[in-house]
């Protein structure tokens, strides 16, 4: 089926063939899998010039060149789920990128990214052609202690809305059953419901798609009562895969929520002209949404795990468009919850992650409320971990992807707390607030209940919301160099370390705009050959101004050091 036609015929035929060989002595199991390597890894050959790298977001290329890199992760997640002993997810989604775009990532079975020190290992697979796959297979299998034959450990798969998933997701499973692992595939769903249903599966609670529509329906009526005025939003789902679950959730929560959909995928291409990308590139509403005066509008991303909150503010007798990122999230969420446990006298530490993204205001922000800041490197991975050292952590990411971890000690504690015979409101209200949080990883759609709740709660106009801080003015913008990997970083990518000399010139040019009123980093894309420049000033005009200044002398400092080794 699909444009790899003769897979299925030629898979199962060989499976015969398997069945066949296991009814004879003197063929061990692990000879047979290593053959049904061998056979079906011929379906999927790289092409000469392969060259992939698995990353924060997994792999991300053309879909075209990805049915080969897809049946080595089934290889590679075979592995992963026998080494475990556990349920592992693998979504196929290319998230905010063009429609022609696809990618693969693995799943951990409490919902996490794969683990840092797997990262190689897919990126080793991904780039080994087929004559050599069995041995480099047999001794990946041999390095990780993990038998290619036990019998334990599994896979469930989804993706996202792109016509290439179907022939990715069938690649896939040729790898996985090839090393006879049992790959449950649930269809197209969002990222985030694929990272609850794993987790869900693996604490072995309720893991169906039904369950998690109505217990996130139940947790935002029980945080708002019954008795309430329906809240009305707009939502743009980016014609991605996150319109079939806002579609649903409206279902579950007519009583309290009017959903208006935008951007379905009924017309339109994927993330073109809509979607929280390109709002947050363009500062302006998505194509074919009109909103009103201090209406609660949304962006959400191709794969629903970004959202940001977008309204018009009346300003010297005009309508000015707004946008309330991930540091606007982050904050109303912090603030909130921190509120919640002083007034329920519950002593647990709150904390916020952030990335050298964040606007400063959003950080001065926090500080002056007594709510401490953490700063790691770009990338859900490294504010994930950070975020577990807090018994609340708080993080989001510029672009409106993030969430909140409870460690297993603030939920005891706000359990017995709301329990009690004496609990305030305030504890009862935290408890109901965090049913409300997909946990697992950022969620667009949970979060924008969590939103509405907490305006709700606090009453709130969007108004109210965004004049908690002003944002600095910053521009960002990418620079073409011949190389980015002569940049190092450190402090959380806030500083250059290598080549030497290029941050005391940064420093010099960040001086001229005023002793702590501007900032400006740069740093070597992950997925681009570019470095990155992000610039914050008093005003609009200086950070465009220093940007540009900035993002020209990297290119003259690295086009210098080139021509220096002729």
Not at 141 to 162: F, K, Q
Not at 215 to 233: C, H, Q, R, W, Y
Not at 312 to 321: A, E, G, H, T, V
Request: proline fraction near 4%.
């Amino acid at each position: 089926p699909g444009k790899f036609g003769g897979v299925s015929f030629k898979l199962s035929y060989y499976n015969e063939y398997k069945s066949y060989l296991r009814m004879h002595d003197g063929v061990s199991s692990k000879t047979l899998i290593l053959e049904s390597v061998r056979a079906s890894s011929g379906v999927y050959g790289l092409p000469d010039d392969a060259s992939f790298t698995y990353g924060t977001a997994g792999f991300r290329a053309r879909a075209e060149v990805l049915p080969p890199v897809a049946y080595r992760m089934g290889l590679l997640a075979a592995l992963r789920a026998k080494c475990l002993g556990s349920t592992i997810g693998v979504v196929i989604t290319a998230s905010h990128n063009p429609p022609q775009d696809n990618g693969l990532k693995i799943v951990e079975p409490q919902g996490e990214m794969l683990i840092q020190q797997w990262e190689p290992y897919a990126t080793l697979l991904s780039n080994t052609y087929s004559g050599s796959l069995v041995e480099v297979l047999e001794q990946l299998s041999e390095r990780l202690s993990v038998s290619l034959t036990c019998r334990r450990g599994d896979i469930i798969i989804a993706r996202d809305t792109r016509a290439s998933g179907p022939d990715l997701v069938r690649a896939f499973v040729a790898g996985a059953t090839a090393l006879e692992c049992k790959v449950t595939d649930v269809g197209m769903c969002t990222t985030p419901q694929l990272h609850w249903i794993v987790k869900q599966t693996n604490i072995r609670r309720p893991n169906s798609l039904n369950e998690y529509y109505q217990s996130f329906s139940d947790a935002f009526i029980e945080l708002l009562g019954k008795d309430i005025a329906p809240l009305s939003i707009k939502v743009d789902c980016a014609n991605g895969v996150g319109a079939q679950s806002i579609t649903k959730f409206r279902e579950y929560l007519s009583s309290h929520l009017e959903i208006e959909v935008y951007n379905d995928g009924s017309h339109g291409n994927l993330n073109e002209n809509c979607g929280a990308d390109f709002v947050k590139l363009m500062q302006n509403a998505p194509h074919g949404i009109s909103h009103d005066e201090g209406e609660h509008c949304y962006t959400i991303d191709g794969d629903a795990d970004r959202v940001m909150f977008f309204f018009k503010n009346s300003f010297r007798n005009s309508l000015q468009f707004k946008l309330l990122d991930g540091d606007k999230i982050a904050t109303l969420f912090a603030t909130f919850m921190k509120q919640l446990l002083e007034e329920s006298r519950l002593s647990l530490n709150i904390g916020v992650v952030q990335t050298a993204y964040a606007n400063s205001a959003s950080t001065h922000f926090l500080r002056r409320h007594g709510v401490p800041v953490a700063c790691v490197p770009t990338g859900v991975k490294h504010l994930h971990r950070r975020a577990e050292e807090y018994d609340i952590g708080v993080y989001f990411e510029a672009n409106g992807h993030g969430t909140v971890l409870f460690s297993e000690t603030a939920m005891e504690r706000i359990q017995y707390a709301a329990g009690s015979d004496k609990a305030s409101p305030s504890a009862v209200h935290l408890l109901q607030f965090t049913r409300l949080i997909n946990s697992s990883v950022g969620d667009a759609i949970t979060n924008i209940l969590a939103i509405e709740a907490i305006l709700r709660l606090q009453q709130l106009s969007p108004a109210d919301w965004n004049n908690q801080y002003t944002d600095l003015p910053y521009r960002q913008l990418k620079v073409n160099v011949r190389d980015r990997n002569l940049i190092k970083t450190e402090d959380a990518e806030r500083r250059v370390s290598e080549p030497v000399g290029l941050q005391d010139r940064i420093d010099g040019l960040v001086g001229g705009y005023g002793v702590g009123g501007a900032r400006c980093f740069v740093r070597p894309s992950g997925t681009e050959n570019c470095v990155r420049v992000h610039a914050e000033c008093q005003t609009q005009r200086e950070a465009d101004k220093l940007a540009m200044e900035v993002g020209s002398m990297v290119v003259d400092f690295i086009e210098e050091m080139f021509t220096s080794k002729l």
